[in-house]
Protein backbone atom coordinates (compact mmCIF):
# COMPACT_ATOMS: atom_id res chain seq x y z
CA UNK A 1 0.00 0.00 0.00
CA UNK A 2 3.26 1.83 0.33
CA UNK A 3 2.65 3.73 -3.28
CA UNK A 4 1.49 7.20 -4.91
CA UNK A 5 -1.88 7.08 -5.39
CA UNK A 6 -3.78 8.72 -8.72
CA UNK A 7 -5.25 11.99 -8.27
CA UNK A 8 -9.03 11.98 -7.86
CA UNK A 9 -10.86 12.78 -10.65
CA UNK A 10 -14.15 14.13 -11.77
CA UNK A 11 -15.87 12.65 -14.60
CA UNK A 12 -17.29 15.21 -17.57
CA UNK A 13 -20.56 16.10 -18.28
CA UNK A 14 -22.26 13.05 -19.51
CA UNK A 15 -22.78 12.65 -22.90
CA UNK A 16 -25.93 11.41 -24.82
CA UNK A 17 -25.77 8.81 -27.72
CA UNK A 18 -28.31 6.54 -29.21
CA UNK A 19 -30.22 6.99 -25.38
CA UNK A 20 -26.95 5.62 -23.81
CA UNK A 21 -24.93 7.76 -21.19
CA UNK A 22 -21.09 7.74 -22.22
CA UNK A 23 -18.81 8.98 -20.61
CA UNK A 24 -14.94 7.81 -18.12
CA UNK A 25 -16.27 6.37 -14.61
CA UNK A 26 -15.25 8.79 -11.61
CA UNK A 27 -12.21 7.76 -9.56
CA UNK A 28 -12.75 10.33 -6.53
CA UNK A 29 -14.55 6.95 -4.65
CA UNK A 30 -11.37 4.60 -5.78
CA UNK A 31 -9.13 7.75 -3.83
CA UNK A 32 -10.57 7.73 -0.98
CA UNK A 33 -10.86 4.05 -0.51
CA UNK A 34 -7.56 3.49 -1.57
CA UNK A 35 -6.51 6.38 1.01
CA UNK A 36 -8.39 4.07 4.27
CA UNK A 37 -6.64 0.67 2.84
CA UNK A 38 -3.04 2.76 3.44
CA UNK A 39 -4.43 4.01 7.01
CA UNK A 40 -5.95 0.70 8.05
CA UNK A 41 -2.99 -0.77 6.86
CA UNK A 42 -0.59 1.10 8.74
CA UNK A 43 -2.32 -0.13 12.66
CA UNK A 44 -3.06 -3.00 11.34
CA UNK A 45 0.62 -3.80 10.87
CA UNK A 46 1.92 -2.52 14.22
CA UNK A 47 -1.17 -3.91 16.12
CA UNK A 48 -1.46 -7.56 14.56
CA UNK A 49 1.46 -8.48 12.08
CA UNK A 50 4.10 -7.15 14.71
CA UNK A 51 5.95 -9.49 17.45
CA UNK A 52 3.07 -9.72 19.88
CA UNK A 53 5.11 -10.68 22.98
CA UNK A 54 6.46 -6.71 22.53
CA UNK A 55 3.85 -3.80 23.59
CA UNK A 56 3.38 -0.52 22.14
CA UNK A 57 5.34 1.90 24.39
CA UNK A 58 2.07 4.61 25.10
CA UNK A 59 -0.27 2.55 23.31
CA UNK A 60 -3.15 4.78 24.07
CA UNK A 61 -1.46 7.52 22.38
CA UNK A 62 -0.77 5.40 19.52
CA UNK A 63 -4.52 4.20 19.15
CA UNK A 64 -5.92 7.69 19.63
CA UNK A 65 -3.45 8.82 16.98
CA UNK A 66 -4.75 6.65 14.21
CA UNK A 67 -8.27 7.57 15.29
CA UNK A 68 -7.45 11.12 14.30
CA UNK A 69 -5.52 9.67 11.71
CA UNK A 70 -9.15 8.28 10.22
CA UNK A 71 -11.09 11.57 11.34
CA UNK A 72 -9.34 13.19 9.39
CA UNK A 73 -9.71 11.21 6.56
CA UNK A 74 -13.52 11.01 6.86
CA UNK A 75 -13.71 14.93 7.48
CA UNK A 76 -11.96 15.13 3.94
CA UNK A 77 -14.61 13.22 1.98
CA UNK A 78 -16.53 15.46 -0.87
CA UNK A 79 -19.87 15.53 -0.94
CA UNK A 80 -19.53 15.05 -4.51
CA UNK A 81 -19.45 10.83 -3.69
CA UNK A 82 -22.62 8.85 -3.69
CA UNK A 83 -24.83 8.51 -1.17
CA UNK A 84 -24.30 5.02 -1.22
CA UNK A 85 -21.05 4.86 -1.37
CA UNK A 86 -20.85 7.37 1.25
CA UNK A 87 -22.33 5.45 3.27
CA UNK A 88 -20.12 2.20 2.88
CA UNK A 89 -17.59 4.08 3.68
CA UNK A 90 -18.93 5.57 6.72
CA UNK A 91 -19.55 2.30 7.61
CA UNK A 92 -15.89 1.24 6.92
CA UNK A 93 -14.96 3.89 9.29
CA UNK A 94 -16.92 2.79 12.25
CA UNK A 95 -15.61 -0.58 11.79
CA UNK A 96 -12.09 0.64 11.92
CA UNK A 97 -12.59 2.70 15.13
CA UNK A 98 -13.70 -0.67 16.80
CA UNK A 99 -11.26 -3.16 15.37
CA UNK A 100 -8.19 -0.64 16.69
CA UNK A 101 -9.92 0.23 19.89
CA UNK A 102 -10.66 -3.11 20.70
CA UNK A 103 -7.73 -5.05 22.88
CA UNK A 104 -5.07 -6.86 21.11
CA UNK A 105 -2.07 -8.58 21.95
CA UNK A 106 0.19 -5.09 21.73
CA UNK A 107 -2.74 -3.27 22.94
CA UNK A 108 -4.03 -5.66 26.14
CA UNK A 109 -5.56 -2.85 28.54
CA UNK A 110 -8.56 -0.68 27.27
CA UNK A 111 -9.77 2.48 29.22
CA UNK A 112 -13.37 3.12 30.53
CA UNK A 113 -13.64 5.54 27.74
CA UNK A 114 -12.09 2.93 24.68
CA UNK A 115 -15.10 1.08 26.18
CA UNK A 116 -17.83 4.04 25.91
CA UNK A 117 -16.40 4.39 21.97
CA UNK A 118 -16.85 1.14 21.13
CA UNK A 119 -20.02 0.76 22.72
CA UNK A 120 -21.27 4.15 20.25
CA UNK A 121 -19.85 2.96 16.95
CA UNK A 122 -21.18 -0.17 17.60
CA UNK A 123 -24.58 0.95 17.94
CA UNK A 124 -24.32 3.68 14.81
CA UNK A 125 -22.97 0.42 12.72
CA UNK A 126 -25.49 -2.15 13.73
CA UNK A 127 -28.51 0.86 13.09
CA UNK A 128 -27.16 1.24 9.63
CA UNK A 129 -26.37 -2.27 8.60
CA UNK A 130 -29.78 -3.28 9.51
CA UNK A 131 -31.91 -0.47 7.66
CA UNK A 132 -29.48 -1.58 4.31
CA UNK A 133 -29.85 -5.82 4.46
CA UNK A 134 -33.24 -5.02 5.59
CA UNK A 135 -33.93 -2.55 2.28
CA UNK A 136 -35.25 -3.62 -0.87
CA UNK A 137 -32.46 -2.50 -2.85
CA UNK A 138 -28.68 -1.31 -1.46
CA UNK A 139 -26.78 0.92 -3.40
CA UNK A 140 -23.48 -0.23 -2.64
CA UNK A 141 -21.61 -3.66 -2.81
CA UNK A 142 -22.10 -5.64 0.24
CA UNK A 143 -21.15 -9.45 0.67
CA UNK A 144 -20.96 -12.54 3.13
CA UNK A 145 -17.65 -10.84 4.37
CA UNK A 146 -20.48 -8.21 5.77
CA UNK A 147 -22.10 -10.40 8.10
CA UNK A 148 -18.96 -11.78 9.52
CA UNK A 149 -17.94 -7.81 10.56
CA UNK A 150 -21.87 -7.47 12.18
CA UNK A 151 -20.85 -10.64 14.41
CA UNK A 152 -17.55 -9.24 15.15
CA UNK A 153 -19.24 -5.38 16.15
CA UNK A 154 -21.67 -7.85 18.15
CA UNK A 155 -18.99 -9.67 20.03
CA UNK A 156 -17.18 -6.65 20.71
CA UNK A 157 -20.57 -4.63 21.97
CA UNK A 158 -21.24 -8.03 23.87
CA UNK A 159 -17.36 -7.32 25.67
CA UNK A 160 -17.87 -4.09 26.72
CA UNK A 161 -21.56 -4.42 28.36
CA UNK A 162 -20.31 -7.73 30.04
CA UNK A 163 -17.22 -6.04 31.38
CA UNK A 164 -17.99 -1.97 32.13
CA UNK A 165 -21.94 -1.90 31.87
CA UNK A 166 -21.91 0.16 34.97
CA UNK A 167 -19.44 2.64 34.19
CA UNK A 168 -21.47 2.88 30.47
CA UNK A 169 -24.59 3.60 31.53
CA UNK A 170 -23.52 5.95 34.53
CA UNK A 171 -20.93 7.89 32.16
CA UNK A 172 -17.47 8.12 31.80
CA UNK A 173 -15.08 11.35 31.44
CA UNK A 174 -13.60 12.44 28.46
CA UNK A 175 -9.63 12.05 29.01
CA UNK A 176 -7.47 14.75 29.46
CA UNK A 177 -5.46 15.69 26.02
CA UNK A 178 -1.23 15.06 27.14
CA UNK A 179 0.93 17.79 25.54
CA UNK A 180 2.26 16.76 22.30
CA UNK A 181 -0.10 13.66 21.79
CA UNK A 182 -3.08 13.36 20.10
CA UNK A 183 -6.34 13.73 21.58
CA UNK A 184 -8.85 11.20 22.68
CA UNK A 185 -11.79 10.85 20.11
CA UNK A 186 -14.80 12.59 20.56
CA UNK A 187 -17.90 10.73 20.98
CA UNK A 188 -19.96 10.24 17.64
CA UNK A 189 -23.39 12.05 17.39
CA UNK A 190 -26.10 9.64 17.71
CA UNK A 191 -27.87 9.10 14.41
CA UNK A 192 -31.59 9.95 14.82
CA UNK A 193 -33.12 7.03 14.75
CA UNK A 194 -31.05 5.94 18.14
CA UNK A 195 -33.40 6.98 20.78
CA UNK A 196 -34.10 6.29 24.12
CA UNK A 197 -31.35 6.00 27.37
CA UNK A 198 -28.31 3.26 26.68
CA UNK A 199 -30.11 0.19 28.79
CA UNK A 200 -32.88 0.42 25.67
CA UNK A 201 -30.57 1.05 23.25
CA UNK A 202 -27.86 -1.77 24.31
CA UNK A 203 -30.87 -4.09 23.92
CA UNK A 204 -31.88 -2.69 20.57
CA UNK A 205 -28.71 -3.04 19.03
CA UNK A 206 -28.26 -6.60 20.49
CA UNK A 207 -31.62 -7.88 19.29
CA UNK A 208 -30.77 -5.63 15.55
CA UNK A 209 -27.39 -8.20 15.39
CA UNK A 210 -29.66 -11.45 15.42
CA UNK A 211 -32.01 -9.95 13.28
CA UNK A 212 -29.09 -8.79 10.86
CA UNK A 213 -27.50 -12.12 10.62
CA UNK A 214 -30.74 -13.96 10.18
CA UNK A 215 -31.53 -11.69 7.28
CA UNK A 216 -28.16 -12.77 5.72
CA UNK A 217 -28.75 -16.23 6.24
CA UNK A 218 -31.26 -15.78 3.51
CA UNK A 219 -28.63 -15.48 1.19
CA UNK A 220 -25.61 -17.09 2.84
CA UNK A 221 -26.28 -20.37 4.90
CA UNK A 222 -23.41 -19.99 7.01
CA UNK A 223 -24.11 -16.72 8.60
CA UNK A 224 -26.92 -19.16 10.38
CA UNK A 225 -24.40 -20.49 12.56
CA UNK A 226 -23.00 -17.07 13.16
CA UNK A 227 -26.72 -15.93 14.65
CA UNK A 228 -26.51 -19.21 16.76
CA UNK A 229 -23.41 -18.55 18.27
CA UNK A 230 -23.93 -14.73 18.83
CA UNK A 231 -27.75 -15.67 20.66
CA UNK A 232 -25.39 -17.59 22.82
CA UNK A 233 -22.76 -15.29 23.65
CA UNK A 234 -25.13 -12.51 24.31
CA UNK A 235 -27.88 -14.46 26.00
CA UNK A 236 -26.61 -13.66 29.61
CA UNK A 237 -25.99 -9.74 28.89
CA UNK A 238 -29.59 -9.19 27.25
CA UNK A 239 -31.04 -10.78 30.32
CA UNK A 240 -28.78 -8.41 32.47
CA UNK A 241 -30.68 -5.45 30.48
CA UNK A 242 -33.93 -6.41 30.50
CA UNK A 243 -33.38 -7.36 34.66
CA UNK A 244 -31.91 -3.31 34.83
CA UNK A 245 -34.84 -2.10 32.97
CA UNK A 246 -37.56 -3.83 35.44
CA UNK A 247 -35.93 -2.24 38.40
CA UNK A 248 -35.48 1.32 36.91
CA UNK A 249 -39.06 0.58 36.49
CA UNK A 250 -39.89 -0.11 39.93
CA UNK A 251 -37.60 2.40 41.47
CA UNK A 252 -39.49 4.90 39.18
CA UNK A 253 -42.83 3.67 40.45
CA UNK A 254 -42.15 3.05 44.53
CA UNK A 255 -42.35 6.67 46.77
CA UNK A 256 -39.24 7.92 47.53
CA UNK A 257 -39.24 8.65 51.66
CA UNK A 258 -36.13 10.53 51.69
CA UNK A 259 -36.80 12.77 49.12
CA UNK A 260 -39.76 13.80 50.59
CA UNK A 261 -38.53 14.36 53.35
CA UNK A 262 -35.85 16.62 51.98
CA UNK A 263 -39.01 18.19 50.01
CA UNK A 264 -40.67 19.46 53.02
CA UNK A 265 -37.59 20.85 54.81
CA UNK A 266 -36.95 22.76 52.41
CA UNK A 267 -40.54 24.28 52.00
CA UNK A 268 -40.79 24.74 55.89
CA UNK A 269 -37.33 26.16 55.70
CA UNK A 270 -38.93 28.75 52.67
CA UNK A 271 -41.55 29.38 54.77
CA UNK A 272 -39.83 30.52 57.71
CA UNK A 273 -37.67 32.97 55.65
CA UNK A 274 -40.60 34.12 54.47
CA UNK A 275 -42.67 34.81 58.06
CA UNK A 276 -38.90 36.44 59.06
CA UNK A 277 -39.07 38.44 55.72
CA UNK A 278 -42.99 39.55 56.95
CA UNK A 279 -41.74 39.85 60.67
CA UNK A 280 -38.96 42.51 59.24
CA UNK A 281 -41.20 44.29 57.30
CA UNK A 282 -43.48 44.75 60.02
CA UNK A 283 -41.01 46.15 62.34
CA UNK A 284 -39.56 48.92 59.52
CA UNK A 285 -43.06 50.18 58.40
CA UNK A 286 -43.86 50.35 62.35
CA UNK A 287 -40.11 52.12 62.99
CA UNK A 288 -40.86 54.58 59.83
CA UNK A 289 -44.35 55.49 61.37
CA UNK A 290 -42.69 56.43 64.75
CA UNK A 291 -40.04 58.49 62.84
CA UNK A 292 -42.81 60.50 61.14
CA UNK A 293 -45.08 60.98 64.46
CA UNK A 294 -41.43 62.47 65.66
CA UNK A 295 -41.07 65.02 63.05
CA UNK A 296 -44.64 65.67 63.06
CA UNK A 297 -44.38 66.81 66.72
CA UNK A 298 -41.34 68.52 66.49
CA UNK A 299 -42.46 70.63 63.17
CA UNK A 300 -45.52 71.73 65.64
CA UNK A 301 -43.44 72.45 68.56
CA UNK A 302 -42.43 76.35 69.11
CA UNK A 303 -39.58 77.88 68.43
CA UNK A 304 -37.19 77.65 71.86
CA UNK A 305 -36.84 81.03 73.49
CA UNK A 306 -33.18 82.25 74.27
CA UNK A 307 -32.04 80.91 77.48
CA UNK A 308 -30.16 83.19 79.74
CA UNK A 309 -26.35 82.05 80.34
CA UNK A 310 -27.52 81.66 83.73
CA UNK A 311 -29.85 78.97 83.18
CA UNK A 312 -28.33 76.77 80.16
CA UNK A 313 -26.73 74.48 83.05
CA UNK A 314 -30.58 73.82 84.32
CA UNK A 315 -31.72 70.32 83.58
CA UNK A 316 -32.96 70.09 79.88
CA UNK A 317 -36.66 69.85 79.85
CA UNK A 318 -38.44 68.05 77.32
CA UNK A 319 -42.11 69.15 76.16
CA UNK A 320 -44.80 67.32 74.12
CA UNK A 321 -42.17 64.22 73.45
CA UNK A 322 -42.62 60.52 75.04
CA UNK A 323 -39.07 59.62 75.83
CA UNK A 324 -40.24 56.12 76.11
CA UNK A 325 -41.28 55.92 72.80
CA UNK A 326 -38.03 57.95 71.33
CA UNK A 327 -36.26 54.71 73.22
CA UNK A 328 -38.39 52.10 71.91
CA UNK A 329 -37.86 53.42 68.30
CA UNK A 330 -42.12 53.94 68.41
CA UNK A 331 -44.83 51.43 68.27
CA UNK A 332 -45.00 48.28 70.36
CA UNK A 333 -43.06 45.06 68.67
Same mark, same amino acid.
Given at each position: ??? +???AP??????V? &????????????A????F *???? @?????????????????????L?F?W??? @???????E??????????? +????? +???? =???Y???? =?????????Y? *??L??E??????????????????????????? @??V???????????R??????? =????????????? %???????????? &?????????? &????????????? #? *?????? =? @???????????????????????? #?Q????Q??H?????L?????????????????????????????????? *????????? %?????? #???W??V??????????QI
Open positions: MSV +ELPTRPPPPF &SGGAINGPPSTESYYL *RLRQ @LQSYWYQNLFQTDPSKPIPDSSIQVC @LNMREWSSLPDSLPVGIR +EMLEL +ELRY =SYVCIAP =SARTPDVTDG *RLIYHVIFYIDRIHDITHATTNTAFYTYHDA @LRYFMGSQFVAVLDAADALF =SGVRVPLSMPGKA %PAPPLPQRDRNS &SGDNLQRSLR &SLERVGLTLKKYS #E *RWEDAL =S @LMGSFEIMSNSVMEDLKARIVRNA #EMQQPPHQQQQQHQQHSQLLQQQAHHQQQQQQQSNQANQNMMYQQQ *RRPLPQQVP %PQQQQQ #EVRVDDVAQIIRGGG
